[in-house]
């Protein structure tokens, strides 16, 4: 399956490194990348994938919760679909 | 990857800021093999029929909300209409199918059922009037069943036998809820010209043309419009209204993919989306605010009804292209409790019975969580039917009232219903009695532009 992770909160260090680093440990591949910061703000929004067959979407985003808390920052993570269904003919 | 980071903030926005949800996801289930000589046994199949085709209702809409991460708020059932199945029992009293529904519903966790219904648009059966009978004690005694009764069509005319007894019913119903200021009131609704796929309470049913089990989505948003508009103020109302078939667009697209989803993960077949645009009462969730953002100072007054016709319509040429099946109302909700820009103008008075029954003519439903004086006579109650009924049978449209006389309260004061049914202000009915022309009963014809074959 294909998610789209986005990443908000206050700038600091490390963040990518948490999130992307969490993702691993739960074989979650990342497809793309992108990052910005708005006065401050961190917005990230990544794309990842992962073998359904072995986990869900909801077993990563409690795995993934704990450590957007640890970072102080919001992990959403949402099936790609969504995005696609809304956005595209 | 999807094209535009801007696009998924987008959405994400819609859902967190803006309130975009999914307001219902209903399976409909047919109860015609569960028809039975015996009323217990009947009942025990419709126990067992509901409880396994719907096991994993909950749990499958749970899982797409969790996926997605949009929230589905309610998950419900509707049934085949219960006179139709009840009517072979040779039962008297259909209290026990109501409690029946209400356990299954229970135990398999869904927020409402629908389908204490009756139809009788053309004429009632002994099984049609022993269900009306039952209603108010149905729904004074069960706590998620939800009652229908259609009474007109624009083909049959409006059955004015019912429509008098149907003022009677909901005078007993808010009686017998009395202390919860009639509440039990807010799970019934009369209808002209129902629809056998509305996934919305408390008029959903499962029409005997409808397959064994579907599922069917309503969608949400007037958040979502209000921003669009927000985006483009002063424009021409033709770009209005080209914002909003935009908005209408994303927002059904979502529908349609919870659907597909449901239906697959159940394996039944998928119905339809409903493209009303349903409001809370919460704020950021108002169809009132959309039309105050077309530029009137307060709902209720002077274009309001035009402003609804613009709304109402571009929100189905927007749906229509989204998703594979329409169906349901599909047309903008103005229910009084339920929205907060509605409560507000009704305690204002800035809003009245009068208008929102103009307004009806133009989208669904009708006359929706309106509260009166809980001293209404069941005849003004009768009259406020007809009159809606009147509206939909010669326009061929479906219209509805959902009226709760607030037993013990008057002008001025508000019901609490809690939940999403929210809080309405009660509303004056008009003083001039309607007994002798809702006591002449027999029927209304059907207009001659009901015969178009």
């Known amino acids: 399956m294909k998610v789209i992770l986005t990443v908000t909160g206050l700038d600091h260090e490390g963040i990518i490194a948490a999130v992307s680093t969490g993702l691993a440990d739960l074989h979650v591949n990342i497809l793309n990348v992108s990052q910005t910061l708005m006065e401050g703000y961190f917005t990230m929004i990544m794309q990842g994938e992962f073998d359904e067959s072995k986990q869900t979407i909801e077993d990563i985003q409690a795995a993934m919760e704990p450590i957007g808390q640890a970072a102080q920052v919001e992990i959403r993570i949402q099936s790609e679909a969504i995005f696609e269904a809304m956005h595209t003919l | ?453």
Request: charged fraction near 20%; charge should be negative; aromatic fraction near 4%.
């Open chain 2, 1 to 453: 990857m999807i094209d535009t980071n801007a696009n998924i903030l987008e959405t994400i926005q819609m859902i967190e800021e803006d309130k975009l949800d999914i307001r219902t996801v209903t399976m409909g289930i047919s109860l015609l093999d569960c028809i039975d000589a015996d009323g217990a046994r009947a009942r025990a199949k419709i126990y067992d029929k509901i409880t396994q085709r719907a096991k994993n209702l909950v749990g499958v809409a749970e899982g797409i909300e969790a996926e997605l991460g949009i929230p589905i708020i309610n998950k419900r059932i509707a049934v085949t209409p219960i006179s139709i199945v009840a009517g072979a029992s040779g039962d008297s009293d259909y209290l026990e199918y109501a409690r029946t529904l209400d356990r299954a519903a229970r135990a398999v966790g869904v927020d409402f059922i629908g389908g204490f219904s009756a139809l009788v648009d053309k004429g009632q059966t002994e099984a049609d009037r022993i269900l009306m009978s039952s209603i108010p004690r149905a729904l004074a005694e069960t706590d998620v069943v939800c009652s229908s009764v259609d009474i007109g069509s624009s083909r049959a005319g409006i059955n004015m036998d019912a429509v008098r007894d149907m003022g009677e019913v909901i005078r007993e119903t808010a009686d017998l809820t009395g202390e919860a200021h009639g509440f039990g009131c807010s799970k019934l609704v009369v209808f002209a010209n129902a629809v056998s796929d509305n996934p919305f309470m408390a008029g959903a049913f499962h029409g005997v043309q409808e397959t064994d089990c579907v599922v069917s989505v309503g969608v949400s948003g007037p958040g979502v419009v209000k921003r669009a508009l927000e985006k483009a103020p002063g424009a021409p109302l033709n770009v209005s209204a080209e914002v909003i078939k935009k908005a209408a667009f994303k927002i059904t697209r979502v529908g349609q993919l919870v659907g597909n989803l449901a239906a697959e993960r159940l394996g039944v077949s998928f119905g339809i989306v409903d493209l009303s645009l349903a409001p809370t009462a919460e704020v950021g969730d108002s169809v009132a605010r959309v039309l105050e953002e077309l530029g009137l100072e307060v709902v209720g007054t002077h274009g309001t009804t035009a402003a609804l016709a613009l709304l109402n319509d571009a929100m189905k040429k927007g749906g229509l292209m989204a998703c594979s099946r329409v169906g349901g109302l599909s047309g903008s909700f103005i229910p009084i409790s339920e929205d907060i820009g509605m409560i507000e103008a009704a305690a204002s008075g800035a809003i009245t019975l009068d208008k929102l029954e103009a307004m009806t003519a133009i989208c669904s439903v009708g006359l929706d969580m309106v509260a009166v004086p809980g001293d209404t006579p069941a005849s003004t109650l009768s009259a406020m039917i007809a009159d809606e009924a009147a509206i939909g049978v010669m326009n061929h449209k479906t219209t509805a009232v959902r009226v709760i006389p607030a037993v013990g309260l008057g002008v001025g004061d508000v019901v609490e219903f809690g939940g999403i049914l929210g809080r309405a202000p009660v509303m004056p009915a008009h003083e001039g009695s309607s007994e002798i022309f809702v006591r002449r009963a027999g029927h209304i014809p059907s207009p001659v532009h009901g015969f178009r074959n």
